[in-house]
């Protein structure tokens, strides 16, 4: 019998990125294979993003088109399962099947490991099933089933947010701050490994403040546990994603300054360069201290480059506070930067804050921050040229004949060369520049 048909799509942050890999090695456990459409797929999965309101809504309308297909399936005499899982599912819960009747699954990013089951239920009995649990035994049902995610690959040590930050819904979709222990997260460290992995990137909402116990039962932060990893042999390269500036720690700093294998790159999220606003928004930093930050990384390791996510137009942003974020980029001097519009979303304090910021303000201030971004971007990519940098290949380049990697820096470079040099780390010398990307040659 052939392979039943698994289309996934996933939204939003990397940690939704790690949920649909590990969704998609549960559902290949039990006789899916991917696809690349919707079209003909007999399991569709949404796994869903409700940070920003667009993003919530993106997936109604793609809900709209998947239904066309499955209503083509269903006149050949098939049957396509839809399911919504992540963050929407989580905070819509029913209200997805009033709204998208033709959805069969609601699974939340706490209890997918039961999407199997789930899946199974509806094509005994069909109707609406749903999970929404806080399930802490997630973990340990996922553990046997890993598969390869190539040469570089994520790895989820850290879950939710106890931060409460007035903008963000990640505390009520995502839950309370959970640390996976140290030996698991070890042992599926190992076994990526074995699988190919050079690169591994731990995940979590708040990934700095990771605190998960030891063999012993010791309580350990991401820097001691970013030690004990890089004692694996095979491993190279050790990122961490998404951090906050108030679970910066002393074994992190010194991870940084004195681990080879710890990339010098981090993308620290400073939401905005105003004290102000910083307080309104519940970050419980000054923008001094995030500069102090910054500094003392750059301390212990002098070519430390810096992403970061901001907030334009947060409730009360005057053009005052809006200069503070221009002038705080202007210093710090970033690399990349992700910065968004305020949405405002329902059950979060910012939502209910008077002074709303209008729409228009709103874009005309993005639109010159993004300049500042993309300037600095180019700067940097441009300062690029004619150096060796280290590159691991991880995938075939768009082009014919081109494979692309990322330097420690984490920007992207191709390369012309055989695909059979995917999966190595290669010295690379830039020889252009791009606004996303560099290219360069083989040195030797
Ligand atoms: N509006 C706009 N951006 C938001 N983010 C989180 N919540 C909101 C919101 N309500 C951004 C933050 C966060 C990133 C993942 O998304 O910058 O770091
Ligand atoms: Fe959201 Fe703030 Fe928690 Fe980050 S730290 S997930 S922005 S509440």
Not at 218 to 233: A, M, R, T
Not at 254 to 282: C, E, T, W, Y
Not at 351 to 359: G, I, L, W, Y
Request: aromatic share 8%.
């Amino acid at each position: 019998m052939s392979r039943k048909k698994l289309y996934m799509k996933t939204y939003g942050c990397q940690m939704n990125v790690y949920d649909s890999i590990r969704m998609t090695d549960l559902m290949h456990n039990v006789g899916y294979e991917s696809s690349e459409s919707y079209e003909g797929a007999d399991l569709v999965v949404l796994n869903t993003c409700h940070i920003r309101e667009k993003a919530a809504e993106k997936v109604y309308s793609e809900l709209g088109r998947i239904n066309k297909a499955k209503n083509k399936k269903k006149s050949e005499g098939g049957n396509m399962i839809i399911a919504v899982a992540g963050c929407v599912g989580q905070a819509e819960g029913e209200e997805i099947f009033r709204r998208a009747p033709y959805v069969d699954v609601v699974v939340g990013p706490q209890s997918y490991q039961s999407l199997p089951d789930l899946v199974g239920k509806v094509q005994r009995d069909s109707g609406h099933v749903i999970n929404l649990e806080f399930e802490d035994d997630k973990f340990d049902k996922l553990a046997a089933d890993i598969e390869s995610q190539g040469a570089s690959a994520f790895l989820s040590i850290q879950e939710g947010c106890d931060k409460f930050c007035t903008f963000c819904v990640v505390p009520y979709t995502r839950g309370a701050e959970y640390s996976r222990n140290v030996p698991e997260i070890y042992r599926e460290a190992i076994k990526l490994v074995a699988l190919g992995a050079k690169e591994i990137t731990l995940l979590g909402q708040n990934v700095n403040a990771f605190h998960g116990k030891s063999e012993d039962g010791e309580v350990w932060n991401l820097g001691k546990l970013i030690s004990h990893l890089s004692k694996i042999s095979g491993l190279e390269r050790i990122r961490y994603s998404t951090s906050h500036p108030r679970d910066m720690h002393d074994d992190l700093y010194n991870a940084h300054a004195n681990d080879p294998k710890v990339m010098a790159f981090l993308n620290l999220p400073v939401q905005s360069g105003s004290n102000r606003i910083l307080s309104s928004m519940n970050r419980k930093h000054t923008r001094d201290e995030y500069f102090r930050i910054i500094d003392r990384l750059r301390e212990g390791r002098p070519d430390m480059q810096f992403s970061s996510d901001f907030i334009i137009g947060f409730p009360g942003e005057t053009d005052r506070d809006f200069e503070d974020t221009m002038d705080l980029a202007r210093r710090v001097g970033f690399t990349q930067g992700y910065s968004f519009k305020y949405s405002p979303r329902p059950g979060t304090p910012g939502a209910d804050m008077d002074n709303q910021v209008p729409e228009h303000i709103k874009n005309e201030r993005l639109q010159a921050f993004q300049n500042l971004i993309n300037e600095q971007q180019i700067a940097f990519n441009e300062s690029c040229i004619d150096k060796t940098m280290s590159v691991l290949f991880d995938k075939k380049g768009k082009r014919n004949g081109q494979i692309v990697g990322r330097n420690e820096y984490m920007q992207s470079v191709h390369i012309e060369a055989p695909d059979d040099l995917i999966g190595s780390i290669i010295d690379v010398r830039i020889t252009s520049a791009g606004p996303n990307s560099l290219g360069g040659e083989i040195v030797n």
